[in-house]
């Protein structure tokens, strides 16, 4: 298969043309035949104009790459190595939502024929690849897997908003159904991948890895979002405990903070959903998750009681929240828990506004049913900054101070402000 692709004699299609599968087409692009596939047209016609409706890439990006757009899933069947890098979320129960998967395997699997791959870079639970895409493909193509076509896995490693480290720049891991589906896979990735590939033993391993690299992250950054709630009541500063243990050659540099986004605060749950499917209803990685998903509460309470402290009338009170994408110079507002902050405080009848300049209104209004202010204005009784977006560096204590009324509270949930440049002149609070 690698060598039919790398001349030309074969074609790539990847399907999902998100924050992972249009960098994979467009780096794939650049060394073989690509055709690119999403269902939705009008981002395809953005990327047929050289726009990442994503924000992502710039329009150079595009350059130089062999690649044909379609949302028409017949030009599918012009392919024979798929990648499948459709969103895996979950639902509004914590349950893992695998229809875009399961859709997907299905279209490809109308287009499979005889000695066609089918490669697999959703994150998922282990097993899911070969006991729920795998026989979705056979039924649709009426081909066996293994004998008439192969499978593999290569979970996403993509950064948003990291220009340093692209797709090609991270380590890929790969597996394969067999040894030989393996190596075809490696190969191919490999020829585009900078960093290298690590052949995985198998596609549980993979998808295994993939979803605890997360989880890993998650628990971490939960033991010192508690930290921070338990500092919080003794009156300790966390950044400054943090700084301070950090000096210690093998203490881990994480930091609280809202735990949002695609990949950390979505991953633990195909890894608790399959355990609890096998009798084993894990306490770590819940409890994490417990605490996690309660920062955006704990926030807009501690800035309620701040605001009641100072003798405030909640019904009456103004607070801008700047930014809500999952994180930093970024466009990506997918499981955003700045967005629960919001829905938090409005529950106590304070009027919110959120700025934000990257993320985009319609979407926001779509995700959320929340509005966005185009631009910042004034006499608010609060700011929290929520993302450490680049435009918000730099303020310093007269621009908070100009945006708001007498005796000003600042929320800084980033910690991207020292507190000697905030207080006294404002009351600042931070994770």
């Known amino acids: 298969m ?3 692709l790398k001349n030309k004699k074969k074609t790539i299609a990847v399907v999902g043309l998100g924050y992972v599968g249009l960098p994979v087409a467009l780096a794939f692009a650049r060394k ?3 055709i690119g596939f999403d269902i939705n047209k009008d981002r ?3 990327m047929k ?3 990442d409706p994503s924000q992502e890439l710039d329009p150079e990006a595009f350059e130089g790459a062999d690649i044909e757009f379609t949302a028409d899933a017949e030009g599918l069947k012009a392919a024979h190595f798929f990648v499948i890098a459709v969103p895996t979320d979950v639902d509004a129960h914590k349950v893992p939502d695998l229809s875009p998967l399961k859709k997907a395997s299905a279209t490809v699997g109308r287009a499979l024929k005889p000695g066609d791959y089918v490669v697999y870079e959703s994150t998922v639970y282990p097993g899911c690849t070969e006991e729920d895409c795998l026989p979705i493909l056979e039924e649709e193509s009426g081909l066996r897997g293994m004998k008439d076509f192969k499978i593999g896995y290569s979970p996403e490693r993509i950064s948003p908003g990291d220009k340093s480290r692209t797709v090609v720049d991270i380590l890929k891991i790969v597996a394969g159904c067999d040894e030989d589906a393996l190596e075809n896979i490696a190969q191919t990735y490999g020829s585009i991948i900078k960093a290298g590939v690590y052949k995985a033993t198998t596609i549980k391993v993979a998808e295994a890895a993939k979803v605890i690299e997360n989880t890993q992250r998650d628990l971490n950054i939960s033991l010192v979002n508690e930290l921070s709630i338990i500092f919080d009541r003794m009156d300790i500063d966390t950044q400054e405990v943090l700084a301070a243990a950090g000096t210690k050659w093998n203490f881990l540099p994480y930091s609280p903070g809202l735990v949002g986004g695609h990949c950390i605060g979505v991953d633990p749950y195909y890894l608790l959903h399959k355990s609890k499917q096998l009798g084993y ?8 998750r ?7 509460a704990f926030v807009a309470k501690r800035l309620v009681q701040l605001l009641t402290q100072k003798g405030k009338n909640l019904s009456t009170c103004k607070v801008l929240i700047m930014g809500i994408t999952f994180k930093e110079n970024v466009a990506d507002i997918r499981n955003s828990k700045v ?3 919001a829905r938090e405080l409005m529950d106590f009848s304070i009027n919110v506004h959120i700025h934000d300049p990257y993320a985009s209104p319609n979407e926001v209004a779509h995700a959320y049913r929340l509005t966005l202010q185009d631009e910042i204005s004034s006499g608010y009784d609060a700011v929290v900054v929520a993302v450490a977006h680049q435009e918000f560096i730099n303020l310093d204590a007269a621009f908070f101070k100009k945006i708001m009324k007498d005796d000003p509270i600042l929320l800084d949930i980033k910690a991207i402000y020292k507190r000697k440049d905030m207080a006294p002149a404002l009351t600042y609070w931070r994770l």
Do not use: H, W
Request: proline fraction near 7%.
């Open 2 to 4: 690698y060598q039919q």
């Open 32 to 34: 073989f035949k690509v």
């Open 44 to 46: 395809i016609a953005a």
């Open 49 to 51: 104009a050289r726009q």
């Open 281 to 288: 209803d894990p306490q770590v990685i819940l409890s994490g």
């Open 290 to 296: 417990r605490v996690n998903d309660g920062m955006p």
């Open 339 to 341: 967005a629960e902050v």
